[in-house]
């Protein structure tokens, strides 16, 4: 079955740096793109930045636009979010997802469970 799954999350002093990877696993067919999500405590997720298969351009939020970036290793099937200048606000659990329904980075079909990510002194 399809499997995504999160890693990289922790504790990091604002101004830091953290890299969250998502390996994706079980896809019999292309998917369109994954996307990474964040949700900060008591408030609703929203979208992060988006990576499309087909061609690998990215979409970021302005929120992160200069600080992250996603990326993508065909080989290992796996994407990263590379995260810089973190801000206490930047606290969360970050998620990706997949779209495998297209046209890519509109809609997501599955989930992983997500990774802490925790900005304070």
């Known amino acids: 079955q399809v499997q995504l799954a999160e890693s990289g999350g922790g504790l990091v002093q604002p101004g830091g740096s953290l890299t969250l990877s998502c390996a994706v696993s079980?896809?019999?067919?292309?998917?369109?793109?994954i996307g990474w999500f964040h949700q900060a405590p008591g408030k609703e997720r929203e979208p992060v930045s988006c990576i499309k298969t087909s061609d690998g351009s990215t979409y970021h939020a302005d929120s992160v636009k200069g600080r992250f970036t996603i990326f993508r290793d065909v080989a290992k099937n796996t994407v990263y979010l590379q995260m810089n200048s973190l801000k206490p606000e930047d606290t969360g659990v970050y998620s990706c997802?997949?779209?495998?329904?297209?046209?890519?980075?509109?809609?997501?079909?599955?989930w992983g469970q997500g990774t802490q990510v925790t900005v304070s002194s």
């Open positions: 079980g896809f019999t067919s292309d998917y369109y793109a």
């Open positions: 997802a997949a779209d495998s329904v297209g046209p890519g980075c509109y809609q997501y079909d599955y």
